[in-house]
């Protein structure tokens, strides 16, 4: 087990904490295009790979996608950092779908459709409905050509997936801003259109 150490803040560094935003907490100075750009001179890209299920390939399929992908990535020289996250699902369109069923079924469907918005009920309230989603971050020093750089390697290192059957996007702002909600802010509910401005949350503080 873990323990922190922790002291109480002088006033000036109370007033300052504050003042400070979320932003500044995690180190981003912009989000702009395809990049995030840190306060310590830092470029960052991101690509998003889709998953496929495992389950539905034979033996052989799944020896031919290893090797399809080893020999795609093979030719990678640059790092990259692999990022699995949770994100909140929304099954409201779900309920209100069995909802429309409802007027047209008789009393034993009735009856089920009810006790499955039920259970759905259930899940949205405990916040158990989640999914995996998959990130690469790509990193580099900014400097003059940087972005161009940069972007021209996540796309090749997007193509490579492709090549290898697995579906891969390069993010773009809205995008980045959404991943930085999800590994950053625990209480971020995804929306499907969302600005980045009212996506950034700020940090108070609050007498314990």
């Known amino acids: 087990m ?7 803040p002088k006033p000036k560094e109370q007033a300052d904490l504050a003042a400070q935003t979320a932003q500044q907490f995690v180190n981003v100075q912009d989000i702009r295009g395809n990049f995030l750009y840190t306060q310590d001179g830092w470029l960052l890209c991101y690509l998003r790979i889709f998953p496929i299920s495992l389950d539905l390939l034979s033996p052989s399929e799944k020896r031919l996608l290893i090797n399809k992908l080893t020999a795609e990535l093979s030719s990678v020289r640059f790092p990259f950092k692999f990022l699995a996250v949770s994100r909140p699902v929304d099954i409201s369109p779900l309920i209100s779908e069995l909802g429309a069923l409802l007027p047209a079924a008789d ?8 006790q499955e918005m039920l259970e759905m009920n259930t899940f949205a309230l405990s916040g158990e409905v989640v999914e ?16 161009r750089d940069m972007q021209e390697k996540a796309k090749r290192l997007a193509q490579h997936f492709e090549d290898g059957q697995v579906e891969a996007k390069l993010l773009k702002q809205q995008d980045i801003v959404r991943l930085c909600n999800l590994v950053n802010n625990p209480a971020y509910t995804h929306l499907e259109i969302t600005e980045p401005e009212a996506t950034m949350p700020f940090l108070t503080l609050r007498e314990v």
Do not use: H, I, S, V
């Open 132 to 147: 995996r989603q998959f990130y690469l971050m790509l990193w580099q020093r900014l400097e003059a050509g940087g972005e």
């Open 107 to 114: 009393p034993k469907q009735k009856e089920l459709l009810r």
């Open 2 to 8: 873990f323990y922190l150490k922790t002291r109480k």
